[in-house]
């Protein structure tokens, strides 16, 4: 069964930064991406960002490129967002969520964890 724990929410001043991490397990579909979706209130759910497991290929939304980054520990167990320069407009639930990278690419991936609150102040 697959599981994704977040961890590293919080709330931070604008300008400063958090790090976001997802401990993913029984995961064993060999080629996926992990990625980081967030949600405001009354807002549409945004993909933030997400990687290639396999090539470590990543992509950016707009609205966080150059402040954000992707990664994985080297066992690949752990997705990491590093979140620099943070706005009030990051604030938001943010999920961590694993598929096979078309269905991360189209929003609708099937496993997700249960979430992270990032509360940005001005």
């Known amino acids: 069964q697959v599981q994704l724990v977040e961890s590293g929410g919080g709330s931070v001043q604008a300008g400063g930064s958090l790090r976001l991490s997802c401990a993913a397990s029984?995961?064993?579909?060999?080629?996926?991406?992990m990625g980081w979706f967030r949600r405001a209130p009354e807002q549409e759910r945004e993909g933030v960002a997400r990687i290639r497991i396999s090539s470590g290929i990543t992509y950016y939304a707009a609205s966080v490129k150059g402040r954000f980054t992707i990664s994985v520990d080297n066992d690949k167990n752990t997705l990491i967002l590093q979140m620099n320069s943070l706005k009030p407009d990051d604030t938001a639930m943010y999920y961590c969520?694993?598929?096979?990278?078309?269905?991360?690419?189209?929003?609708?991936?099937?496993?997700w964890g249960q979430g992270t609150q990032v509360t940005v102040s001005s």
């Open positions: 969520a694993a598929d096979a990278c078309d269905r991360m690419a189209a929003g609708i991936p099937t496993y």
């Open positions: 029984g995961y064993t579909y060999s080629s996926y991406c």
